[in-house]
């Protein structure tokens, strides 16, 4: 069974960046397609980036031009690196295999102060 750790996040201050990480274990067809998710409390789950099996990313509008989604096939990991990062960013962000079964993990905080 497919399933995803992430890691990095915590707080940076407007402006600056950060990274999250999404590593794949258990796949033996290569790299899923990935999809970062956010979610801030009250509001809909938002899916901000993607990458497919031959990488090609996609970006919602909010952070077109700042995020960046790419994967490592040699690590099985997907990363997102965020700039400029804004106060609306903030939020628990989620990898997930849109083309696997995984299930949601706990996710991390990306906390922006302005």
């Known amino acids: 069974q497919v399933h995803l750790v992430e890691s990095g996040g915590g707080l940076v201050q407007a402006g600056g960046s950060l990274t999250l990480s999404c590593a794949v274990y258990g796949s033996t067809a290569g790299m899923p397609h990935i999809g970062w998710y956010r979610q801030v409390p009250g509001k809909q789950r938002e899916l901000v980036a993607s990458?497919?099996?031959?990488?090609?990313?996609n970006y919602s509008d909010s952070v077109k031009g700042r995020f960046t989604i790419s994967s490592d096939h040699a690590k099985n990991t997907v990363f997102l690196q965020m700039n400029s990062l804004k106060s609306e960013d903030t939020a628990v962000y989620y990898c997930l295999a849109e083309d696997v079964f995984t299930p949601w993990g706990q996710g991390l905080q990306v906390t922006v102060s302005s």
């Open positions: 990458i497919t099996r031959d990488d090609r990313p």
